[in-house]
T-cell receptor
């Protein structure tokens, strides 16, 4: 058990819809990272928050947004969903902001777009 | 830009065989290097890391040495078990502290 909790585990929705994925980091971790894992693209870094502030941005689409709340949990919002957004979305957390610290991953949310 | 290249999978071995999964990287400066493992239905777990040249990371019988001269961080294990079947990801953290993952190598161990 990594200590990182992601909900829901599975999400099925239709094109054009909007969903919110939730992540609770490991106790004591201030950084939260979001990743998208698909068969063709592999594991893609989306965005990082540290102590409530956006710290690094990766390949995140404009239709996607995220935030980290004062209690350090984070939400990833995906809107105007397309078939290609079907993927596993992982959240990870680490103690600090720097990249050379180990990240602890949740079990992911599987998003299926019909 | 910075990148990580891993050997294509799947890799299929018999139990107790020697394992090598190749990983090479392109990066500016001195990145930290990692191997993560993903078991079926789970998230990634850190397997080992190395933060400077010639460092050797090790865990659960796996080893990898940070080779700056060859820009490599190959994963090795002397005797694999069926329970090692998983997807293995090589990764680096770049000068902007972003983590860049390789595409992953699926490993199957046959009893």
């Amino acid at each position: 058990d990594s200590g990182v909790t992601q909900t829901p585990k599975h999400l099925i929705t239709a094109t054009g819809q909007r969903v919110t994925l939730r992540c609770s980091p490991r106790s004591g971790d201030l950084s939260v990272y979001w990743y998208q894992q698909s068969l063709d693209q592999g594991l893609q870094f989306l965005i990082q928050y540290y102590n409530g502030e956006e710290r690094a941005k990766g390949n995140i689409l404009e239709r996607f947004s995220a935030q980290q709340f004062p209690d350090l949990h984070s939400e990833l919002n995906l809107s105007s969903l397309e078939l290609g957004d079907s993927a596993l979305y992982f959240c990870a957390s680490s103690v600090g902001a720097v990249g050379n610290q180990p990240q602890h991953f949740g079990d992911g949310t599987r998003l299926s777009i019909l | 830009g910075n990148s990580v290249t891993q050997m294509e999978g799947p890799v299929t071995l018999s139990e107790e065989a020697f394992l090598t999964i190749n990983c090479t990287y392109t990066a500016t400066g001195y990145p930290s290097l990692f191997w993560y493992v993903q078991y079926p239905g789970e998230g990634l777990q850190l397997l080992l890391k190395a933060t400077k040249a010639d460092d050797k990371g090790s865990n659960k019988g796996f080893e990898a040495t940070y080779r700056k001269e060859t820009t490599s961080f190959h994963l090795e294990k002397g005797s694999v078990q069926v329970s090692d079947s998983a997807v293995y990801f090589c990764a680096l953290s770049d000068q902007w502290d972003k983590i860049i993952f390789g595409k992953g190598t699926r490993l199957h161990i046959l009893p």
